[in-house]
């Protein structure tokens, strides 16, 4: 399974307000697609107009989008990510955790490739367990 908290960084100023917008677009099903907007290289990305300008690009429902990011709709469910991040000890993006493996940083794709590796080889050599009680 993979999970993705949110975790925008202070020293970001946008950070918390773009990962409010993603949120947003994930509320319609498609946070995948509004976070890869984010991460590309725009001209302004940041400006509010090209957030919801992207939000209607993706066919997403205006209105809905629009409330969601202007009523900071998705910022309580972000602090929960960032409490949760701090708990683990996180201080920094990216994060990842493979079956309780930490990886602090950027990481290429053929070291997180050979965690899951590992890990899945380690599980499925595990014996199972019953879960009949």
Same mark, same amino acid.
């Given at each position: 399974?993979?999970?993705?908290?949110?975790?925008?960084?202070?020293?970001?100023?946008?950070?918390?307000?773009?990962? !409010?917008?993603?949120?947003?677009?994930?509320?319609?099903?498609?946070?995948?697609?509004?976070?890869?907007?984010?991460?590309?290289?725009?001209?302004?990305?940041?400006?509010?107009?090209?957030?919801?300008? %992207?939000?209607?690009?993706?066919?997403?429902?205006?209105?809905?989008?629009? &409330?969601?990011?202007?009523? %900071?709709?998705?910022?309580? %469910?972000?602090? $929960?990510?960032?409490?949760?991040? +701090?708990?683990?000890?996180?201080?920094?993006?990216?994060?990842?955790?493979?079956? &309780? +493996?930490?990886?602090? &940083?950027?990481? $290429?794709? !053929?070291?997180?490739?050979?965690?899951? $590796?590992? !890990?899945?080889?380690?599980?499925?050599?595990?014996? +199972?367990?019953?879960?009949?009680?």
């Amino acid at each position: 399974a993979l999970v993705f908290m949110d975790f925008p960084l202070p020293m970001h100023a946008h950070a918390q307000q773009l990962a !409010e917008a993603a949120d947003c677009a994930g509320a319609q099903g498609k946070f995948w697609e509004y976070h890869d907007f984010l991460f590309k290289d725009l001209k302004d990305p940041f400006e509010v107009g090209a957030l919801k300008q %992207e939000a209607k690009d993706l066919h997403l429902d205006s209105g809905q989008f629009d &409330g969601c990011l202007d009523s %900071e709709g998705k910022s309580a %469910e972000i602090k $929960k990510d960032m409490a949760v991040g +701090r708990g683990l000890g996180i201080t920094g993006t990216p994060a990842i955790y493979v079956n &309780g +493996r930490f990886q602090s &940083g950027a990481i $290429k794709y !053929e070291v997180l490739r050979d965690m899951v $590796k590992q !890990e899945l080889s380690a599980s499925s050599s595990q014996p +199972r367990q019953s879960a009949h009680r």
